[in-house]
């Protein structure tokens, strides 16, 4: 299997680069931040990190400096990916470099205008940009597959404002977009779809509350951070989607790590299976009786 993964510095990209890896695939690892220079987001974790990881857990993880947005950047990928490989199996489009853009329950008049635009086009365009230059490499043998990693499912989204306007529009673009490669896509027997974490302990977040891995549950947070998942859950979904030879089944839908942990039979690496989404409706907006242990 030889896979990309746009956006594989940290977080859900990561922990679906080194699910892959671990099902014995190549993977690129693409993103901004290398050992020798960090991206605007200013952390510490490393695309190179990353594709250890991958060679790690079995893969054979390749580093790839690339920014996203920069078209003749991305094309120059593609062109490197069909020199050494002469196809691409698996695209997951997960850049999105915004958290230091955008401004919790903020009206479009009181937001920065320019961050926003900014967000939007780290979100949207580079998933775009990316497709538009790698999808020839899948088109050339049947049965590709491209993941695009949101926040919440479409049905979710649907009917939930989620934040603000900028970060609303970011979120269910992306659902759309994995509804629109599913079309494209069909006439070569490809797949697209688009997957949401849960309430994601990445390493930003757990930094945010002050805690580690091994402490998680000392966070100071609402109930729903117990119903939380660490990037290696939605990864391993990822990866059973990507050697599902039925997965076409899944193609145009919108679906949450919970989902395809159900459907494959995947674990976090606790052994749970959190349904954070689940929890989120049934517990905490309609009112439901069982506490957060249900859903883990």
């Known amino acids: 299997m030889i896979a990309l993964v746009a956006g594989a510095t940290r977080g859900t990209g990561r922990g679906i680069a080194v699910a892959l890896g671990a099902a014995g695939a190549t993977v690129y690892c693409t993103g901004r931040s290398t050992r020798a220079q960090r991206s605007e987001m200013n952390r510490p974790e490393t695309i190179e990190e990353t594709a250890e990881l991958v060679t790690a857990a079995g893969g054979a993880g390749i580093a790839v ?41 903020t009206p479009v008049w009181k937001h920065d205008m320019d961050k926003g635009l900014r967000l939007l086009r780290l979100a949207i365009d580079t ?41 609303d529009l970011a979120k269910m673009s992306v659902n759309r ?66 050697q599902d030879p039925d997965r076409q089944r899944w193609s145009g839908k ?6 395809l942990a159900q459907a494959y039979g995947v674990t976090d690496v606790d052994g749970s299976r959190p349904q954070v989404w689940r929890y989120i409706i049934e517990a905490r907006e309609n009112g439901g009786n069982t506490g957060w242990e249900s859903y883990r």
């Open 65 to 105: 400096q690339v920014d996203h947005l920069d078209s003749e950047q991305v094309r120059a990928l593609a062109g490197r990916v069909e020199s050494e490989q002469g196809r691409l199996d698996v695209l997951v489009n997960d850049v999105w470099g915004g958290d230091h853009l955008w401004e919790w329950d």
């Open 127 to 167: 998933h775009i940009i990316s497709s538009r230059h790698l999808l020839p490499l899948m088109i050339k043998d049947k049965g590709g597959l491209v993941v695009e990693v949101t926040d919440g499912t479409w049905s979710y989204n649907e009917t939930r404002y989620r934040e603000n306007v900028y970060y």
């Open 177 to 242: 977009l994995a509804f629109a490669w599913s079309n494209e896509l069909r006439p070569y027997g490809g797949t697209g779809v688009a997957v949401t974490p849960g309430f994601l302990r990445s390493e930003a977040m757990l930094d945010n509350f002050g805690v580690t891995e091994d402490n998680w549950r000392e966070a100071k947070v609402d109930d729903s951070w117990m119903v939380s998942e660490t990037p290696a859950y939605v990864g391993r979904g990822v990866a059973a989607l990507a």
């Open 254 to 259: 919108s679906v949450t790590s919970g989902d």
